[in-house]
């Protein structure tokens, strides 16, 4: 049973970092891409990018300028940093896992989500 | 990057009734194109791939057509458990991108 679960701070203040940590179990994260995706409240889907083991990734354009996602693959884990956060980056974040060994695909397991907050 | 614009962005219908959802691209993703259910304060889930295909484990009434832009997502026949907002995502181009989502509800 492949699981995914997100950690971090649930409470970041303005022009501070986001970090967010997902521990994957069920499945070696050196299998597969791994993805965050995050939705603000009310809204809609928006992509912020993946991480292969090897240490390929790719950013959404809107975000690349703050993003950086990492794997670490003896922990079976995959982070995400944000920097310089402000209130338009609160937001449920969720991370995924792409079907398959290739990038383009779908998310088939995703973690439960977590409300990060932005505010002082 | 690719614009997904899903219509109706809400929907009332009753249990039984057939319901269609339309997604379309600005510009041609083949058949690179997902839909995902997701229930308030859950994680979306993988109801069809690749325009058509239906995930192990979900029911036959979920099925998905289109090819190019324009795809179309029908639940056959509406039951009180599929109340959920719809999304569509596209991945033949990076960004991945998703509509903007179709809240379902029951009339």
């Known amino acids: 049973q492949v699981q995914l679960q997100e950690s971090g701070p649930g409470l970041v203040k303005p022009s501070e970092t986001l970090s967010l940590t997902c521990n994957v179990s069920?499945?070696?994260?050196?299998?597969?891409?791994w993805s965050w995706i995050r939705q603000p409240p009310g809204k809609g889907l928006e992509w912020i990018g993946y991480?292969?083991?090897?240490?390929?990734?790719n950013y959404n354009p809107s975000l690349k300028s703050r993003v950086t996602i990492s794997v670490d693959t003896s922990k079976n884990q995959f982070s995400l940093k944000l920097n310089s956060v402000t209130a338009a980056d609160t937001a449920v974040y969720y991370c995924?896992?792409?079907?398959?060994?290739?990038?383009?695909?779908?998310?088939?397991?995703w973690g439960q989500g977590t409300l990060v907050t932005v505010s002082s | 990057d690719i614009q997904m614009t899903q219509s109706p962005s809400s929907l009332s219908a009753s249990v039984g009734d057939r319901v269609t959802i339309t997604c379309q691209a600005s510009?041609?993703?083949?058949?690179?194109l997902n839909w995902y259910q997701q229930k308030p304060g859950k994680a979306p889930k993988l109801l069809i791939y690749?325009?058509?295909n239906l995930e192990a484990g979900v029911p036959s009434r979920f099925s998905g057509s289109g090819s190019g832009t324009d795809f179309t997502f029908t639940i056959s026949s509406l039951q009180p458990e599929d109340i959920a907002t719809y999304y569509c995502?596209?991945?033949?181009?990076?960004?991945?991108?998703f509509g903007q989502g179709t809240k379902l509800e029951i009339k």
């Open positions: 069920g499945a070696s994260i050196s299998s597969y891409y």
């Open positions: 995924a896992r792409h079907r398959g060994a290739v990038a383009g695909t779908l998310f088939d397991y």
């Open positions: 510009q041609d993703i083949t058949i690179y």
């Open positions: 995502q596209q991945y033949d181009n990076l960004p991945f991108t």
């Open positions: 991480v292969h083991y090897n240490g390929i990734t």
């Open positions: 690749d325009v058509s």
